[in-house]
């Protein structure tokens, strides 16, 4: 059964029947209710309604349908999801295969598999180097088996084995290894060679754990570099790829943390030692899709880069990445080792849980560090020190996270100005911060090849809500009403001047789901709407808290408003949205006001300024 169909066949069936199998419900009114696994719930708060499909919880907010309970509940991806509702529900679930294939991707995929096999083969001989370097890193066997880590001979054995893969066109499989660089020319020789050679080769396997590239580590004497591995061609794009991730993921959802490191060996030493749930940067950084997809598992992130100076200042850049997204990472220290693989071989296993259990939060010790001792008595001084606080902070925005970290740090300063002054101040920072920013990001973009190796519609409609989701602000509270109720009362729809509207809404997403709505409102069944409104704000790459909108407001749907009262309310909402919009534009003004530098612009934007004050007190004036 396709997917497509399968989940079909689970929203035709009582969602209640899903939900039933992880928690109690009981009958309450025209619901179910039951305590809601989602948040530390003492009465019954999350409701179920089998006739809409869905359930939603009224204190913590989560809500959906079967298929997202499953998934957030077992915290496993939906494939997954599907798989164990088609276990509970009686129905068959087959695994899927993409139908479309890219030649060119499916022969790397042959060519990279096959020196896999070639390495473990060459690895099996016992070359001294390889075992000498098992040995001195203590590396056991079921390691070496699980990371598939081979050894790469010193003469072009890859170049000659290719023509002996089953089923491959030698040449076509030689010059798919030189676009991927597992294999080399050399025009004044004119002839061909093993990129790596005499080097230990760890596999890099992707998060479905195909192998996309290699790391490899030089073992004879004078070899350089150290370190050789796999550059970025169609095959391997290393911002998308965590190394051991996909050995390590089921654990980070069920350990329901993360532990993040910065080199290959210091990967595979935490999993020999049991610490499964730990990944690594592809480099000393991380991507936005990587954080995305880490935070979306997990809040508590651990970062235990290398303690010298490079590592220290990954871990700067990747602290920061997460207090982006409002995930504030512990710092993992292995003093006076310099790495986790260090520091397992000579402390062991339980010194690092008691560091992990300790652990301090990052920021924290970054504020400490940027503390001066003694406190100076001078107060620019202080308020130099305060400024580089802000700097630290300023990811988190104006999360409370933030601001009482700056209160607090301000008295510890001995900084006489009260709470809001010191909070004016940081605010103003920010402002010069946002200048700083361009307004817009580019989207990263999918090659094409790699679209189709997506296992399902699924995957890349979570991709692009990563990507989607990560340059935007909150909707306005004006917004959140206004698509609430039309949410709620679609009939709004049939009277909207959508134009005019979308004309005072700056909201992307809020702007996306009205066009939707438009569009398809009038060519769907009523008893259809809950359904593909649903799929719409789970799988179309909308933000948690636009689908937790979505949710309440699809949960209320049901009763409907007569004209005269959708024309009424529809003229409210205008104003309101209006003078939202306003009061947007006059703060911004004011911001670039402050800023200005000479007497000519501040009078421009003060003229500005009083033209929208104007047009305030007139839409004032139009409310009864």
Same mark, same amino acid.
């Given at each position: 059964?396709?997917?497509?169909?399968?989940?079909?066949?689970?929203?035709?069936?009582?969602?209640?029947?899903?939900?039933?199998?992880?928690?109690?419900?009981?009958?309450?009114?025209?619901?179910?209710?039951?305590?809601?696994?989602?948040?530390?719930?003492?009465?019954?708060?999350?409701?179920?309604?089998?006739?809409?499909?869905?359930?939603?919880?009224?204190?913590?907010?989560?809500?959906?349908?079967?298929?997202?309970?499953?998934?957030?509940?077992?915290?496993? %991806?939906?494939?997954?999801?599907?798989?164990?509702?088609?276990?509970?529900?009686?129905?068959?679930?087959?695994?899927?295969?993409?139908?479309?294939?890219?030649?060119?991707?499916?022969?790397?995929?042959?060519?990279?598999?096959?020196?896999?096999?070639?390495?473990?083969?060459?690895?099996?001989?016992?070359?001294?180097?390889?075992?000498?370097?098992?040995?001195?890193?203590?590396?056991?066997?079921?390691?070496?088996?699980?990371?598939?880590?081979?050894?790469? +001979?010193?003469?072009?054995?890859?170049?000659?084995?290719?023509?002996?893969?089953?089923?491959?066109?030698?040449?076509?499989?030689?010059?798919?290894?030189? %676009?991927?660089?597992?294999?080399?020319?050399?025009?004044?020789?004119?002839?061909?060679?093993?990129?790596?050679?005499?080097?230990?080769?760890?596999?890099?396997?992707?998060?479905?754990?195909?192998?996309?590239?290699?790391?490899?580590?030089?073992?004879?004497?004078?070899?350089?570099?150290?370190?050789?591995?796999?550059?970025?061609?169609?095959?391997? $794009?290393?911002?998308?790829?965590?190394?051991?991730?996909?050995?390590?993921?089921?654990?980070?959802?069920?350990? $329901?943390?993360?532990?993040?490191? %910065?080199?290959?060996? $210091?990967?595979?030493?935490?999993?020999?030692?049991?610490?499964?749930?730990?990944?690594?940067?592809?480099?000393?950084?991380?991507?936005?899709?990587?954080?995305?997809?880490?935070?979306?598992?997990?809040?508590?992130?651990?970062?235990?880069?290398?303690?010298?100076?490079?590592?220290?200042?990954?871990?700067?850049?990747?602290?920061?990445?997460?207090?982006?997204?409002?995930?504030?990472?512990?710092?993992?220290?292995?003093? +006076?080792?310099?790495?986790?693989?260090?520091?397992?071989?000579?402390?062991?296993?339980?010194?690092?849980?008691?560091?992990?259990?300790?652990? +301090?939060?990052?920021?924290?010790?970054?504020?400490?560090?940027?503390?001066?001792?003694?406190? +100076?008595?001078?107060? $620019?001084?202080?308020?130099?020190?305060?400024?580089?606080?802000?700097?630290?902070?300023?990811?988190?925005?104006?999360?409370?996270?933030?601001?009482?970290?700056?209160?607090?740090?301000?008295?510890?300063?001995?900084?006489?100005?009260?709470?809001?002054?010191?909070?004016?101040?940081?605010?103003?920072?920010?402002?010069?911060?946002?200048?700083?920013?361009?307004?817009?990001?580019?989207?990263?973009?999918?090659?094409?090849?790699?679209?189709?190796?997506?296992?399902?519609?699924?995957?890349?409609?979570?991709?692009?809500?990563?990507?989607?989701?990560?340059?935007?602000?909150?909707?306005?509270?004006?917004?959140?009403?206004?698509?609430?109720?039309?949410?709620?009362?679609?009939?709004?729809?049939?009277?909207?001047?959508?134009?005019?509207?979308?004309?005072?809404?700056?909201?992307?997403?809020?702007?996306?789901?009205?066009?939707?709505?438009?569009?398809?409102?009038?060519?769907?069944?009523?008893?259809?709407?809950?359904?593909?409104?649903?799929?719409?704000?789970?799988?179309?790459?909308?933000?948690?808290?636009?689908?937790?909108?979505?949710?309440?407001?699809?949960?209320?749907?049901?009763?409907?408003?007569?004209?005269?009262?959708?024309?009424?309310?529809?003229?409210?909402?205008?104003?309101?949205?209006?003078?939202?919009?306003?009061?947007?534009?006059?703060?911004?003004?004011?911001?670039?006001?402050?800023?200005?530098?000479?007497?000519?612009?501040?009078?421009?934007?003060?003229?500005?300024?009083?033209?929208?004050?104007?047009?305030?007190?007139?839409?004032?004036?139009?409310?009864?």
């Amino acid at each position: 059964m396709a997917f497509e169909e399968l989940k079909d066949r689970i929203k035709e069936s009582p969602v209640s029947m899903v939900l039933s199998h992880y928690m109690s419900l009981n009958k309450r009114g025209a619901n179910l209710e039951g305590i809601c696994p989602f948040h530390p719930d003492t009465k019954p708060s999350l409701k179920v309604n089998d006739t809409k499909g869905m359930y939603k919880c009224f204190v913590c907010g989560a809500g959906g349908d079967a298929i997202t309970f499953v998934k957030e509940f077992k915290r496993i %991806e939906f494939v997954d999801a599907l798989r164990e509702i088609a276990g509970i529900l009686g129905l068959p679930f087959e695994e899927q295969k993409e139908k479309k294939k890219n030649p060119k991707i499916e022969m790397a995929f042959r060519v990279l598999n096959a020196s896999v096999k070639l390495y473990k083969k060459v690895a099996t001989q016992n070359p001294p180097p390889y075992t000498e370097f098992l040995a001195k890193r203590k590396l056991d066997p079921e390691t070496v088996e699980k990371w598939q880590i081979g050894y790469a +001979p010193g003469n072009n054995a890859l170049f000659s084995y290719l023509d002996s893969i089953p089923g491959a066109d030698g040449d076509f499989a030689r010059s798919v290894s030189k %676009e991927i660089g597992i294999i080399r020319y050399n025009e004044n020789r004119n002839s061909h060679y093993d990129f790596y050679r005499d080097r230990v080769m760890f596999p890099i396997h992707d998060h479905s754990g195909q192998i996309r590239g290699y790391s490899s580590r030089a073992v004879l004497p004078d070899q350089n570099p150290k370190y050789l591995n796999s550059g970025e061609s169609f095959a391997f $794009d290393k911002g998308s790829i965590l190394f051991g991730f996909y050995f390590g993921k089921n654990t980070i959802r069920q350990a $329901d943390q993360v532990i993040i490191v %910065e080199g290959n060996m $210091d990967v595979i030493m935490m999993h020999q030692f049991g610490f499964h749930q730990t990944v690594g940067t592809m480099g000393t950084a991380l991507s936005e899709h990587s954080v995305r997809l880490l935070s979306n598992m997990t809040k508590n992130v651990y970062l235990g880069m290398d303690s010298d100076a490079a590592g220290k200042k990954a871990m700067m850049r990747i602290n920061a990445d997460f207090l982006a997204v409002n995930v504030l990472p512990k710092y993992l220290t292995f003093d +006076p080792c310099k790495d986790p693989d260090e520091f397992l071989l000579k402390e062991g296993r339980l010194a690092l849980l008691e560091r992990i259990e300790k652990a +301090p939060i990052y920021l924290d010790v970054l504020i400490q560090e940027l503390m001066p001792t003694p406190i +100076p008595e001078n107060t $620019d001084l202080k308020l130099n020190t305060l400024h580089r606080i802000f700097e630290v902070v300023s990811p988190l925005k104006e999360h409370l996270s933030a601001t009482e970290r700056i209160v607090n740090a301000a008295k510890s300063l001995g900084l006489r100005s009260d709470s809001a002054t010191i909070l004016e101040s940081y605010k103003e920072f920010l402002s010069r911060q946002k200048e700083k920013v361009p307004q817009t990001i580019e989207r990263p973009k999918i090659q094409e090849n790699e679209e189709i190796l997506l296992e399902n519609e699924e995957e890349a409609r979570k991709l692009h809500t990563q990507n989607a989701s990560q340059v935007l602000l909150p909707p306005s509270k004006s917004e959140r009403v206004f698509i609430r109720e039309i949410l709620c009362h679609p009939e709004f729809l049939t009277h909207l001047n959508a134009d005019e509207f979308l004309a005072t809404i700056g909201h992307v997403e809020v702007k996306k789901l009205i066009q939707w709505l438009v569009k398809i409102y009038l060519e769907i069944d009523d008893a259809e709407y809950v359904s593909i409104v649903q799929d719409e704000l789970q799988y179309g790459g909308y933000s948690k808290e636009m689908v937790d909108i979505g949710t309440d407001a699809l949960f209320h749907y049901g009763n409907k408003y007569n004209e005269k009262v959708i024309q009424r309310m529809l003229k409210d909402y205008h104003l309101m949205l209006r003078m939202d919009q306003l009061k947007l534009k006059r703060k911004e003004l004011v911001v670039r006001q402050q800023s200005s530098q000479t007497q000519n612009e501040v009078d421009l934007i003060l003229s500005e300024i009083s033209k929208v004050d104007k047009e305030i007190l007139n839409l004032k004036n139009t409310v009864p």
